[in-house]
């Protein structure tokens, strides 16, 4: 499945999300952070590049994934988790814990 199968608006996904929030994502190859606005909604994490765009640039499927937190000294970010699953395997970060 690709980005342009999922088609839902984001007004939607933002009604119906159980979190809104900054987030962060580490580069797989070269380790910097990337900043979106997430959409934790159906058992995705979509992220939007900013609050203005409709379309996610890129989703993550995080029912039954493996979450852990990572070392701040790991990653240089305080509320760092990894997230896994059979498709992929990167590092979040948010601002607040929650």
């Not at 979106?36 to 379309?55: A, E, H, I, P, Q």
């Not at 992929?88 to 814990?97: E, L, M, Q, R, Y």
């Amino acid at each position: 499945m690709n980005l342009e199968e999922v088609v839902i608006s984001k007004n939607e996904l933002i009604k119906k999300a159980d979190k809104v929030a900054t987030i962060y994502k580490q580069g797989t190859t070269i380790k910097t952070w990337d900043k979106y606005t997430g959409v934790l909604s159906g058992g995705y994490l979509y992220l939007f590049k900013n609050r203005k765009d409709t379309m996610a640039e890129a989703y993550f499927w995080v029912k039954k994934a493996l979450i852990t937190m990572v070392d701040e000294n790991e990653c240089g970010f305080r509320n760092a988790f990894r997230l896994k699953n059979k498709y992929i395997d990167c590092i979040f970060a948010t601002d607040k814990p929650e």
